[in-house]
T-cell receptor, first 111, second 115 residues
């Protein structure tokens, strides 16, 4: 039974398209996150979402918007995709900010 | 600003040899420290964590790490490496309180294991 699951695992799309990545956690955690891993494997926080409070990383373009329908789900919507958005996106969750549990990642390729 | 440095980009060890991966952090208060492992095409798995107390922490898969405040280090060790340990290893420091809990990661160390 997967703790943090993301769909899809792979996403190939053209520049200019809009796409969404879904994330669900069944751990009962109160905080969820999106991280981006670039081609050099560097991981950086994009967003954290806790009890309807969204913390936005300043360096994330506003084309990226997280949406949380409930505490167990945090989706990532990306508008007007650019080549530079190609990366692996990881969803994670934690309880009260302690150790994070990660999903398997979504490899996004923009062509 | 908080930061994590992993000085070694790539390390190769022979199977059965001991391993130490280095991690240095910069953090204004008592840090919460983690080591994660990422196998190819996989997500990140938590190996171990340090919050407080005993500075030598044990993790899964036979790994351990030692927190040294005076050196701002949290090095990962394993006495005998197995071929299945080949992966990317990430050290991270956490900020907590309220809606935070973001992890700041080092750039990772790739471990290769020679037969």
């Amino acid at each position: 039974d997967t703790a943090v699951s993301q769909t899809p695992k792979y996403l190939v799309t053209q520049m200019g398209n809009d796409k969404s990545i879904k994330c669900e956690q069944n751990l009962g955690h109160d905080t969820m996150y999106w991280y981006k891993q670039d081609s050099k494997k560097f991981l950086k926080i994009m967003f954290s979402y806790n009890n309807k409070e969204l913390i936005i990383n300043e360096t994330v373009p506003n084309r990226f918007s997280p949406k949380s329908p409930d505490k167990a789900h945090l989706n990532l919507h990306i508008n007007s995709l650019e080549l530079g958005d190609s990366a692996v996106y990881f969803c994670a969750s934690s309880q009260q900010g302690f150790e994070a549990f990660f999903g398997q990642g979504t490899r996004l390729t923009v062509v | 600003a908080q930061s994590v440095t992993q000085p070694d980009i790539h390390i190769t060890v022979s199977e059965g040899a001991s391993l130490e991966l280095r991690c240095n952090y910069s953090y204004g208060a008592t840090p919460y420290l983690f080591w994660y492992v990422q196998s190819p095409g996989q997500g990140l798995q938590l190996l171990l964590k340090y919050f407080s107390g005993d500075t030598l922490v044990q993790g899964i898969k036979g790994f351990e790490a030692e927190f040294k405040r005076s050196q701002s280090s949290f090095n990962l060790r394993k006495p005998s490496v197995h071929w299945s340990d080949a992966a990317e290893y990430f050290c991270a420091v956490g900020s907590y309180g309220g809606s935070q809990g973001n992890l700041i990661f080092g750039k990772g160390t790739k471990l290769s294991v020679k037969p």
